[in-house]
């Protein structure tokens, strides 16, 4: 059973930054493809950034390019999104994704999702 446990979010003033972590665990993850999303109250759910497990290779959302960094540690099983000169936009609580198959950067494209875990800034 894939588990995934998102934590770091918290209240942070607009151009500061935060670390979130996800944890993986219940399957090896070697093959599998981690990705961060989120989701503004009244929106649908946003891909953030993806990163290859076994070649940390990364792809990012456009708009995120340059403020937001996908890094994983394969000893922890973790893997970390950090974010940095955050605006009020970035509110929205933020989900770690797994899928272990070729597809879009989509919500639906992921089929394993932890439970979330919330950004706030403050303007």
């Known amino acids: 059973q894939v588990q995934l446990v998102e934590s770091g979010g918290g209240l942070v003033q607009a151009g500061g930054s935060l670390r979130l972590s996800c944890a993986a665990s219940?399957?090896?993850?070697?093959?599998?493809?981690m990705a961060w999303f989120r989701q503004a109250p009244g929106k649908e759910r946003e891909f953030v950034g993806r990163?290859?497990?076994?070649?940390?290779?990364?792809y990012y959302a456009d708009s995120l390019k340059g403020r937001f960094t996908i890094s994983r540690d394969n000893a922890k099983n973790t893997v970390y999104l950090q974010m940095n000169s955050l605006k009020p936009e970035d509110t929205a609580v933020y989900y770690c994704?797994?899928?272990?198959?070729?597809?879009?950067?989509?919500?639906?494209?992921?089929?394993?999702w932890g439970q979330g875990t919330q950004v706030t800034v403050s303007s």
């Open positions: 994704a797994a899928r272990w198959v070729f597809g879009p950067q989509t919500a639906s494209a992921y089929a394993y």
């Open positions: 219940g399957r090896t993850f070697t093959k599998s493809t």
């Open positions: 990163i290859t497990w076994s070649g940390g290779s990364t």
